[in-house]
T-cell receptor, first 114, second 115 residues
């Protein structure tokens, strides 16, 4: 398996633009997580899905952030409109639900909003 | 509430020294899972170990060892004979059985190993 695949790896955008981050989890995994990593706040869980259903989105910063998982092999995290404070590394991870197994992380998307 | 504390922000050692990274957790669940991840300078997060709350046996894997003590809610990580390649940020994490895989991370400890 190729592991968790995220795209793009790097994104630079102007304030006010819409940004969409993409994630393909490991095949067979049915939990998917979106994390954000910044120097100030460390690794924050934004939202996670079980079997494509959002279970906990309490970490989503505000309404500008939205996440979807239309099927078991694809998820998006959208920021609209983006702001400079959204600059961070966004990680997607997947695991086998219910087993509390380790989560496998993608390589992350480094987002810079100028 | 679910919480992980890594009080050591940064540790510097010289190669071949032993180093212990501390992790203290809080949970109300009786069944939970603890993890360590490594984030090297390249940025990816690499899984190192997973322990469940019913297994307090210490584990050793090469130069790595882990000491799980429920009495003090700690899950410490020791690197023996550290090497420059061990330089990374190390994260401790917790998930509760009743919280379906929600992984909460500590703030991480940056380890720098100098030659």
């Amino acid at each position: 398996d190729a592991g968790v695949i995220q795209s793009p790896r790097h994104e630079v955008t102007e304030m006010g633009q819409e940004v969409t981050l993409r994630c393909k989890p490991i095949s067979g995994h049915n939990s998917l997580f979106w994390y954000r990593q910044t120097m100030m706040r460390g690794l924050e869980l934004l939202i996670y899905f079980n079997n494509n259903v959002p279970i906990d989105d309490s970490g989503m910063p505000e309404d500008r952030f939205s996440a979807k998982m239309p099927n078991a092999s694809f998820s998006t995290l959208k920021i609209q409109p983006s702001e400079p404070r959204d600059s961070a590394v966004y990680f997607c991870a997947s695991s086998l639900w219910g087993a509390n197994t380790e989560a496998f992380f993608g390589q992350g998307t480094r987002l810079t909003v100028v | 509430a679910q919480k992980v504390t890594q009080a050591q922000t940064e540790i510097s050692v010289v190669e071949k020294e032993d180093v212990t990274l501390d992790c203290v957790y809080e949970t109300r669940d009786t069944t939970y899972y603890l993890f360590w991840y490594k984030q090297p300078p390249s940025g990816e997060l690499v899984f190192l170990i997973r322990r469940n709350s019913f297994d307090e046996q210490n584990e050793i894997s090469g130069r790595y060892s882990w000491n799980f003590q429920k009495s003090t809610s700690s899950f410490n990580f020791t690197i023996t004979a550290s090497q420059v390649v061990d330089s990374a940020v190390y994260f401790c994490a917790l998930s509760e059985a009743g919280n379906t895989d929600k992984l909460i991370f500590g703030t991480g400890t940056r380890l720098q190993v100098f030659p």
